[in-house]
Antibody, heavy 124, light 107 residues
């Protein structure tokens, strides 16, 4: 059974940094692309970033480009999201999710398993 | 960027009724690469449908997806109490991947 467990969320001041982690189990971690999706309180879903199975290809949505970095560690079966220069509008629940293929491209970039999420609050 | 619109924001129905949810794209979705997710309060989304009409593993056959181009639909043939939730569409034919704003199905 696929399990994704996020951690690292919390309260941070504007301009601060956080690193989110997602521990993966139940599947061959390096064989699948992974993604971070966020949901602001009471709002819809926003695709934040994704990374290929081997870590060689990454994508970040324009609103976080240059501030957030997605990465993965195959030895730890863990996905990361380094978030710098945080803004109030980054406040959201951040979900880690699995793509059903090695790369997120063409007709493969949907999400077949999700974690429970971790809450990030950016406030002074 | 492909913008997805899901009217109406809320759909009020009764158990046993049929639900038809709409997802309209601002331009053709390449490959008809569109997915549907269900989300209940306080829970993560769950994949229901991918490639517009393929059911995900373990999803009951009362859920079905249809459509192409700019108009897509999620149908729930007979609503059960567990189906009352918010439903999101997502296109993955082009970057950035985008979601609709969701349709809440309530009793």
């Amino acid at each position: 059974e696929v399990q994704l467990l996020e951690s690292g969320g919390g309260l941070v001041q504007p301009g601060g940094s956080l690193r989110l982690s997602c521990a993966a189990s139940g599947f061959s971690f390096s064989g699948y692309a992974m993604s971070w999706v966020r949901q602001a309180p009471g709002k819809g879903l926003e695709w934040v970033a994704d990374i290929s199975g081997n870590g060689g290809n990454t994508y970040h949505v324009d609103s976080v480009k240059g501030r957030f970095t997605i990465s993965r560690d195959k030895s730890q079966n863990t996905l990361y999201l380094q978030m710098n220069s945080l803004r109030v509008d980054d406040t959201a629940v951040y979900y880690c999710a699995k793509v059903p293929k090695l790369t997120c491209s063409g007709g493969t970039c949907y999400l077949d398993s999700w974690g429970r999420g971790t809450l990030v609050i950016v406030s002074s | 960027e492909i913008v997805l619109t899901q009217p109406p924001g809320t759909l009020s129905l009764s158990p046993g009724e049929r639900a038809t949810l709409s997802c309209r794209a601002s331009q053709n979705v390449p490959g008809n690469w569109l997915a549907w997710y269900q989300q209940k309060p306080g829970q993560a989304p769950r994949l229901l449908i991918y490639a517009a009409s393929s059911r995900a593993t373990g999803i009951p056959d009362r859920f079905s997806g249809s459509g192409s181009g700019t108009n897509f639909f999620l149908s729930i043939s007979r609503l059960e109490p567990d189906d009352f939730a918010t439903y999101y569409c997502q296109q993955y034919g082009s970057s950035p991947r985008t979601f609709g704003q969701g349709t809440k199905v309530e009793i």
